[in-house]
């Protein structure tokens, strides 16, 4: 990752002030402003959720559009497979509608624009590596892929992810949401120590 | 109001798909916000360094239950029609073990992911494509497992049932917990992280009502009134047109006809849901081809969308009505009745009798039509009363239904009629 771009790993703790914004950085790059304070990111994101619940009598999602993109893709690719599977045939419902026309996958569309706006308005666009001062990229880059796979099977065990059970069922007070968010939090707290040579 | 918009059918399944992109819009952008695009920012948080993710979390948790809650309160929305992913424990307990290993490990989580991948982060990119691979292995290992998977189930149920407490008590108390938990967190920050309190926090060193401050008094205030202000669950109570319904039931517009309802299901049409409220014994000894059995009572449960088309089966014409009027009056758009029940469908479809002999031609090709339609529904036309071998005395023995399959192991204890496509995460 040796691009021209490529900034010193943020400290990400924090985050610089907003003094030092204005101060200093790479040359020719605008630094990145500080993120935005917690609790009111929360409130906004509170916010977004609680417009799903009204418009769509639903919360937000992210694991299950990439479910639905894995078994249309299955489905191009070996489509007998992909009828026999009990999992993959899931996600093409009675087959009147493209899989594809999908509200999560629309969701987790806009997921990625409204991400890429929010970092291009605050300078944070960068191709970079996020990781600890301790661990090669070729390592970090080998947790992350260990990790997305993981997460991904827990999700699909667990029927959603942090945003679909964590965030939705838990304002919703949904009893399998909330033991599953404190699996998540215990599960993860666990397993920090023998990951901290990635992270600290 | 009518809310939640969506099922009250205030717009249709191609304009949810751009209600889909802007809310996905706005979840991407407050993740970003946040800092969640880092994955050392996240990571943070099992360090005790930047507890950033509890607090954005549990803010987000909290506003929107307690903003639901009084929506629903007043009325604006119907609770009951917010989709609630089905609790499984055990499936979910090793679920989410699992996605916090993969948390600390990959540095993500999916939501969090895309918002990463989406500032060029090549980490972020990289878990993307971790989570395909392991949808991939899901995908072949599932089967096995399908089982496994949907054990313990405990249907769609809120902790508030659950615990049989009321639902604002639940609200304030979490309200309170995540209050707690913020300030813990900000003191656990400078205890691990050295951090000190900074502009913004709750523990800024002033004496000031900073905003801040203001919010956690707000949600704390509201959570306080949530305490005393009852269910927010509509109540048994709902209101009616009665013009409407009175011209509709005028107009018999609230009718179908057995024989057209038999049209229909040959045709294969598949826009209606058929509701049998009879005894689930009378249900089980014969019911229409692919009907539900709800009883009356169980109407007011979340039997379908609100505009898909129901018509009510039953022996006995009062109760059809009753159901009719119930169903109206919870705000589903389009029910009809079958004229005349399973009385009607026995003798018109299933049982036709034969005209009399030296009918005209016009009602014989007419029997022939029935006489086929009967046997494609596992009937059998009776003969004329005119003719030598009169009619059963006794009622024609009903074809034999198939016993119900079992039900669908992901299916909650309530009548809901399996959706198309699942609505989760």
Redesign the interface.
Known sequence: ?NSPIETP???????PGPELAVAGGQPGLPLAKP??????????????????????????????A??T???VA?HAVAPAHAGQ????S??F??G??N?L???????????????????AL?N?????????PRISTRG??G??????????????????????????????????????????????????WF??K??? | MMAPFYKFGLFGDETSLIVAFVIGIGFGFFLERAGFGNARLLAAQFYFRDLRVLKVMFTAIVTAMVGLYFLSRVGLVDLSLVYLVPTFLVPQIVGGLLLGFGFVIGGYCPGTSCVSAATGRVDGIVYILGMFAGLLGFGEVYPHIAGWAHSTPMGQITLPKLFDISYGLLVFAVVLMALGAFVAAEWAERRFGGKLPEAGSLLEPTRRLTPVRRLAVALAGLGFIALFAGSPYRDAKATVDTKQLSLEAGAAADQVSAEQLADWLIAGRNDFRIVDIRAAADFAAYHLPDAINVQLAALTADLAARTERIIICSDSDLRAAQAWFLLRSLGYRAVYVLSGGLTAWKNAVLFPQAPPIGAPARDQIDFARREAVAKYFGGAPRASSGSASPAAPVAPELPKVAPPPPPPPDEGTAPVPARKKREGC
């Open positions: 990752m790993p943020s400290t990400g703790i924090g985050g993120h935005m304070n917690p609790y009111w990111a929360g409130l906004g994101l509170g916010l977004v959720l609680l417009a799903s619940f009204v418009i769509m009598g639903r919360g937000l999602g992210a694991s299950g990439f479910g993109v894995t078994a299955m599977n009990v999992f993959y899931s996600y419902g009675d009147s509608v899989p026309k999908d509200w999560l996958v629309f969701e987790v569309l806009g997921l990625f624009v409204g991400g890429l706006l929010s970092g605050a944070r666009l960068r191709v970079t590596v996020e990781k600890g970090r880059l947790f992350a892929f260990l990790g997305g796979a993981m997460m991904m099977i827990g999700a699909k065990l667990a029927l959603g992810c942090t945003s679909g059970q964590a965030l939705t069922g838990g304002a919703l007070l949904n009893v399998g949401s909330w033991v599953f968010m404190m699996c998540v939090f215990g599960g993860a707290y666990a397993l920090a990951m901290r990635q992270w600290l």
